[in-house]
């Protein structure tokens, strides 16, 4: 967005940019899950998942490199900044946008430990406790696209912590517990 910033602006200044930007980050975000999540309806193997997964960024990260090459000396110097990744950046205008949303997010994900606890066991041991699974997707795949897309719009694609945070929680507390991890 920031790439395509003088359509973007005319847009942004009518609802407010801080949403229009969180709006647009919401659409990747949950349209990159769909993807996964159509493909894991049909490719059943984890592995394969993972490389159309690498295929998939790199596709993604060729159409980001066309629009660099088509885009003005001042874009581009914002692209680079934001690509960093920081939380200092966050202005008082994105936080009443941020805030929110994240408390919204949170609550949801928090909401929806004890289920995610279940499907720790297997998909068929959380159906035979009742659990919905298709919705529970859904409402997952949902609220994570939503977290992902409005810190991602806001401090930069600071991968490693999303990866690495979980990783270094299980060893800390010693509990696959989602509640406890949350």
Not at 65 to 83: C, N
Request: aromatic share 12%; charged share 10%.
């Amino acid at each position: 967005l920031v790439l395509l910033s003088p359509a973007a602006g005319y847009f942004g200044s009518m609802i407010g940019f801080s949403w229009f930007i969180s709006i647009f980050a919401w659409i990747g975000a949950i349209g990159v899950l769909l993807v996964i999540f159509a493909v894991s309806l049909r490719v059943k193997d984890i592995m394969t998942i993972l490389i159309i997964g690498v295929l998939f960024g790199s596709a993604v990260s060729a159409v980001v490199s066309v629009m660099q090459y088509f885009g003005e000396q001042a874009q581009l110097k914002s692209y680079v900044i934001w690509t960093m990744g920081s939380l200092g950046g966050v202005t008082n205008e994105q936080l009443m946008v941020y805030a929110p949303v994240i408390l919204a997010g949170l609550i949801v994900v928090f909401f929806s430990s004890g289920i995610l606890n279940m499907l720790l066991l297997g998909e068929n041991y959380a159906k035979t406790s009742g659990v919905k699974i298709l919705r529970t997707r859904v409402i997952i795949f949902t609220s994570t696209g939503i977290l992902a897309g409005t810190v991602t719009a806001f401090c930069g694609p600071i991968g490693f912590i999303g990866i690495i945070v979980p990783h270094i929680s299980r060893m800390i507390f010693k509990t696959a517990n989602h509640k406890i991890l949350i």
